[in-house]
């Protein structure tokens, strides 16, 4: 079991950037892929980026891709979003999940969320 807790959201003005961290608490961090996703008001939760055990697999939602980076310190037990050249439409609660499988479909673990406002 793994739990999870996000942190680095805020207020940041279109185009700024902002890292979101996943910290982990529990044993063999290293063994879950790792996820990002985001849930702005109104609508559903939307998967933002995934990252495999060895930090090397990456996916992402088209809508951010050259502008996000998951990355991952096993060592640290801490999963990490980059988020450059932000745009309002990027605002959402973001959340952090875990799942042993290598293509979760379904994740079993997730943080309480972290806030991310982008104004115009």
């Known amino acids: 079991q793994v739990q999870l807790v996000e942190s680095g959201g805020g207020l940041v003005q279109a185009g700024g950037s902002l890292r979101l961290s996943c910290a982990a608490s529990g044993r063999a961090f290293s063994t879950y892929t790792m996820a990002w996703f985001r849930q702005a008001p109104g609508t559903g939760r939307e998967f933002v980026a995934r990252?495999?055990?060895?930090?090397?697999?990456?996916d992402y939602t088209d809508s951010v891709k050259g502008r996000f980076t998951i990355s991952r310190d096993n060592a640290m037990n801490t999963a990490y979003l980059q988020m450059n050249s932000l745009k309002p439409e990027d605002t959402a609660v973001y959340y952090c999940?875990?799942?042993?499988?290598?293509?979760?479909?379904?994740?079993?673990?997730w943080g309480q969320g972290t806030q991310v406002t982008v104004s115009a």
């Open positions: 999940a875990a799942d042993r499988a290598i293509r979760p479909v379904t994740y079993n673990y």
């Open positions: 990252i495999g055990w060895l930090g090397v697999n990456t």
